[in-house]
């Protein structure tokens, strides 16, 4: 460790360009949560594109139909209180009260946001001669808390442990986001809305840990000891580029298209692979702005080792 009293040119430096990141990234998530709501839910294009996607799960395999149901089952009040709970007692554990309330604000903060966009803010206008899903579902609840439960266990953790909870957390919540349109209950629109939501609220909380004096730099002992670590990301970002081109390359094939089975069959996969390439770029993103940085109490070291 080192033991300099005063912060070193290098660590304010870091602060400085990790605040103006959680800045830039607070700004450019809301940004692209009304061009979502915009293109997707403003328009007869988007909405009749969205709708096919929905209608393209009714040829989803009963069994990948159960499947997704009983995993966004296990998101439940109770199941968000508990996360709630666990991530608090963590931060509680490191003896941070800042970073136990920093982190249970990311996952009731961004479901109360979710809850007043969806139900008080936005309206869905009725732009299609249908009578079926006219219900605003944007954003999506259940990927919102699958993102933030993601982005609250990113910022409890120590430096040294993150790489582990991004490999458990990652997949389960790109999941979430996934499943929801495979079982009909949201479209892509919502989960990549969810995954701005989460992020905007997650960078706040990363603010007001910074401005407390909560966040410190890390200075890594070295490259080999995190190869893993980069390994997983380097392999989680190509899979994100993956999905993120086929689910594009199927949207823009579908819409040259009259839209019958086989076309609303093509874009609720594109959906399927857009809402994982949504939730993989959100997460890498802000794993991003936490490079080599770790949360602290007020009186520890300003640079861990």
Known sequence: MQTDPHRPDATTSALRSARRRWTLTLIGATLFLIAVYWLAVRTATGQA??????????????????????????????????????????????????????????????????????????????????????????????????????????????????????????????????????????????????????????????????????????????????????AFVGLVTVVGAVSAALGAVALLASLRQDIDAATEWQLFLSAQWLAAAGSIFAALLFWWTWYRLETKRRSDLTTAR
């Open 49 to 230: 594109v969205e709708n096919a996607a929905l209608y393209g799960a009714d040829q989803v395999d009963p069994r990948a139909f159960l499947a997704a149901r009983n995993l966004l089952d296990t998101i439940t009040v109770t199941s968000l209180v508990a996360a709630t709970v666990l991530v608090g007692a963590i931060g509680l554990l490191r003896r941070q009260a800042n970073l136990a309330m920093a982190a249970m604000a990311v996952i009731l903060g961004s479901q109360a946001v979710t809850q007043i966009l969806k139900y008080v803010v936005l309206q869905r206008p009725d732009l299609l001669p249908t009578d079926e899903y006219l219900a605003n579902t944007l954003p999506s609840g259940h990927t919102t808390a699958a993102m933030s439960v993601l982005f609250a266990t990113l910022i409890v953790m120590p430096y040294r442990f993150r790489g582990v909870a991004m490999f458990f957390a990652l997949t389960w919540a790109v999941g979430i986001g996934a499943y929801t349109v495979i079982a009909q209950w949201h479209r892509l629109s919502d989960t990549l809305a969810a995954d701005a939501v989460a992020l905007a609220v997650a960078c706040a909380a990363s603010q007001f840990l910074a401005r407390t004096d909560r966040i410190r730099a890390v200075v890594s002992p070295g490259a080999a000891r995190f190869t893993l670590r980069t």
